[in-house]
């Protein structure tokens, strides 16, 4: 392990960023999870964005980051919240095929330069 300048625990939205932002600054990269085949599986909610989450999807898009990318790619469904309030409490929210959404972030993160995937666990 040794290897590496970065290793990122875990491959839910904040792993994948995390593995891609390194790799892409150059950075010798290896994300461990403990399922490869989940890599980037959303909850029995799939939806991207609201008002809190879809303020930091936003900020990360802004940084070069997959989750916005990938929820457009994969989106279902797309909803303006709070359209008859004001612009402070107004979002957006995608909801997202999520085996869609998985499947582009697995492709994605197996074609990034400076990146490596392995199943595995963190031990102490």
């Given at each position: 392990m040794s290897d590496?300048?970065?290793i990122v625990v875990g491959a839910g939205h904040a792993g994948i960023e995390a593995c891609l932002a390194?790799?892409?600054l150059?950075?010798?990269t290896l994300m461990l999870t403990s399922n490869v085949s989940r890599i980037g599986y959303m909850s029995c909610n799939p939806s991207i964005?609201?008002?809190?989450?879809?303020?930091m999807v936003r900020e990360i898009d802004m940084l070069g980051g997959e989750?916005?990318?990938a929820a457009d790619l994969t989106c279902i469904q797309f909803?303006?919240?709070?359209?008859?309030?004001?612009p402070a409490v107004r979002g957006s929210r995608s909801q997202n095929d999520k085996h869609l959404y998985a499947e582009y972030m697995h492709r994605t993160l197996h074609s990034q330069a400076n990146l490596t995937v392995k199943e595995g666990e963190a031990k102490s």
């Open positions: 590496f300048d970065v390194s790799a892409r150059g950075l010798k964005g609201g008002l809190g989450k879809g303020h989750m916005g990318r909803k303006r919240l709070n359209s008859r309030k004001g």
